[in-house]
């Protein structure tokens, strides 16, 4: 079975400073890793997903993330938050071998001061 | 591209009562639909896989005569929660596939259920 682990559950970062999100998974061969943000209220959008290939990622709104299968991880980065960044962020791994369901992280809540 | 639409976006009923919620892809086919529950402050869980004109996978220990799921077309799937109660209340989020191979879901804006 697959598993995410986000070991923050809250992150509080000033605006303009560098944020990165850890993420951790379990699975036994290589997965489809995903980073979505969710504001309050609302569902989900995509930041970047990983299916192959190069293992540092490019997203929207300046996001990036770097797979690294020695330590079965991929954390977001984004070097410069803004205050619109705020919000809930979710990891998750899916595969081809489960049927493509999507399994989520706990969620990072991110906060930004200004 | 790519728009998942979820109606209604809130909604309040009286216990016992049934609520359906529709989930629509408006450009695209959606062989395969999810629907999640997510409580307050706390992660996605997915409930069920939802397969064009078959029935619906549900994951352990989701009951299925509660949480009715009809994928009768590619671009609608309905999640009907049957004689609610308090407990049902939670935001109720689908997501739709593109395709037969492996592709991002596309996620619904959800559905917040309030049972009184």
């Known amino acids: 079975a697959q598993s995410v682990t986000q070991p923050d559950i809250h992150i509080t970062v000033s605006e303009g400073a560098s944020l990165e999100l850890r993420c951790n998974y379990s699975?036994?061969?290589?997965?489809?890793l995903f980073w979505y943000v969710q504001s309050p209220g609302q569902g989900l959008q995509l930041l970047l997903k990983?299916?192959?290939?190069?293992?540092l990622v490019q997203g929207i709104k300046g996001f990036e993330a770097e797979f690294k299968r020695s330590q079965s991880s991929f954390n977001l980065r984004k070097p410069s938050v803004h205050w619109s960044d705020a919000a809930e962020y979710f990891c998750?791994?899916?595969?081809?071998?489960?049927?493509?369901?999507?399994?989520f992280g706990g969620g990072t809540r991110v906060l930004v001061k200004p | 591209g790519a728009v998942v639409s979820q109606h209604p976006s809130w909604v309040i009923c009286k216990s016992g009562t049934s609520v359906k919620i529709e989930c629509r892809s408006l450009?695209?086919?959606?062989?395969?639909m999810f629907w999640y529950r997510q409580f307050p402050k706390q992660s996605l869980m997915l409930m069920a896989t939802s397969n064009e004109g078959s029935k619906a996978t549900y994951e352990q220990g989701v009951e299925k005569d509660k949480f009715l799921i009809n994928h009768a077309s590619l671009t609608l799937s309905t999640l009907t929660v049957t004689s609610a109660h308090p407990e049902d209340s939670s935001f109720y989020i689908c997501s739709a596939e593109q395709g037969s191979s492996y592709n991002e879901q596309f996620f619904g804006p959800g559905t917040r259920l309030t049972v009184l």
């Open positions: 450009d695209f086919q959606a062989t395969t």
């Open positions: 998750a791994v899916g595969a081809r071998a489960a049927g493509n369901k999507l399994t």
């Open positions: 699975y036994g061969a290589t997965p489809y």
């Open positions: 990983y299916f192959s290939g190069d293992t």
